[in-house]
């Protein structure tokens, strides 16, 4: 660009990637600014749109009329963002009464793909920030996209066929925050991505989805903390909450739900809640992690007294060289302490050869904490507690 030359010098099409880069009501605003800007918006690049209570429009209505003239109104060509963020969800359906919104965010939705988007964000949040689990419901039909890579979905309830992405040949990271997963009936919803690279599960709202074979995954989070997969009984014994429970001897068929499919991950984070089975249950059938090089775990797998869930998982991860464990001293408290037994991790010659560090982050130093740190001593590896 010339010294003292505007904004105007600029070809068209470097215009519609500037204007995908700002919220729709503004990038539409510049329609004003000359004759040349006033058909610019329509072919941006990205379309990012931010509503809710007391902010963009005022109402529900106002903002699906604004929505549905911003969608016809393009000429059709390849979007590359689409974001649609409804802030204070509830509070704003509640206020305003207008049930028609959450069809039409459906149809929104459906929209972008048709628009060949690539990176696609539907969230539903109770403040500016925080996500919640709203009724937004999407349609139960795979996506068919040879564009897709990116998809984040937060507080949306997810149905069966939507989570088929085998038609999505270039999708390679795939998020859920606080989503809803509906079975259906009693069987599992299932995850097929199989081109992901990286995948995040975050907070699991209902039945934990199956995960199925994903060969090129690289990273992947996935925290169980809210699942309704929990023992409520108070005094249980069952074979994953009480002392009976197994780990990795069960020789039968494959019920993996999570693991097997993060079997070919590098950098791996496994949360859950301290009621929470799920992973437990999966350690039956714990498949071996050749590939993963960095793990961070919680205190779900650091129970007081018995470590088996950790040092399984420690067993088929051969290759490992960081494990990280985050601790919380408030999150123990609610933990119900098991006997067991502790003992030294099998093969453990093997884990040592590519183990270099175990970093332990706690808020406070309390019993379990120093039990731990003893367990870990036993190998001669660098050991930071912070």
């Not at 069809?103 to 972008?112: D, G, K």
């Not at 996500?131 to 996209?145: A, W």
Request: charged share 25%; aromatic share 8%.
């Amino acid at each position: 660009m010339p010294p003292g030359a505007g904004i105007d010098v600029l070809p068209d099409e470097v215009l519609h990637q500037i204007l995908g880069l700002v919220e729709a009501h503004e990038s539409v605003r510049t329609c004003a600014v000359a004759r040349r800007w006033r058909h610019l918006w329509k072919s941006a690049t990205g379309l990012r749109i931010i509503a809710g209570a007391g902010k963009f429009l005022g109402s529900v209505e106002k903002f699906c009329n604004f929505m549905d003239i911003l969608l016809r109104q393009r000429p059709g060509p390849p979007l590359h963002t689409c974001e649609l963020t409804l802030a204070y969800f509830k509070q704003w359906i509640s206020e305003q009464r207008y049930d028609p919104l959450v069809p039409m965010v459906n149809a929104w939705f459906w929209h972008a793909v048709r628009c060949q988007v690539r990176v696609l964000r539907l969230r539903a949040c109770w403040n500016d920030h925080s996500i919640t689990v709203s009724t937004i419901v999407l349609d139960e039909r795979p996506i068919y996209s040879r564009h897709l890579t990116m998809l984040e979905l937060g507080g949306i309830v997810v149905n069966g066929r939507l989570l088929d992405f085998s038609n999505c040949p270039l999708l390679e990271h795939l998020e859920f925050k606080r989503c809803d997963f509906d079975p259906d009936g009693d069987s599992r919803l299932r995850i097929c991505a199989p081109s992901l690279v990286s995948l995040i599960l975050d907070d699991i709202w209902g039945m934990a989805p199956m995960l199925e074979s994903m060969p090129s995954l690289v990273k992947a989070d996935v925290a169980t903390e809210n699942s309704l997969e929990e023992c409520i009984e108070v005094e249980c014994n069952c074979e994953f909450c009480g002392n009976s429970y197994s780990i990795g001897d069960d020789t039968g068929s494959n019920g993996s739900v999570l693991l097997k499919g993060l079997s070919e991950v590098k950098d791996l984070a496994l949360i859950s809640g301290p009621e929470q089975y799920i992973f437990k249950k999966d350690l039956r059938w714990c498949p071996i992690f050749s590939k993963l090089k960095t793990l961070l775990l919680n205190e779900y797998w650091c129970v007081p007294d018995d470590f088996r869930a950790l040092v399984c998982i420690l067993e088929h991860s051969p290759v490992l060289e960081k494990l990280t464990l985050e601790l919380s001293s408030k999150k123990y408290r609610q933990q119900r302490e098991r006997k067991g037994t502790l003992r030294p991790m099998e093969g453990s010659a093997a884990i040592l050869e590519h183990l270099k560090i175990i970093e332990v982050r706690c808020d406070a130093v309390d019993e379990r904490i120093c039990k731990l740190t003893l367990f870990l001593c036993a190998f001669p590896i660098r050991l930071s507690l912070n």
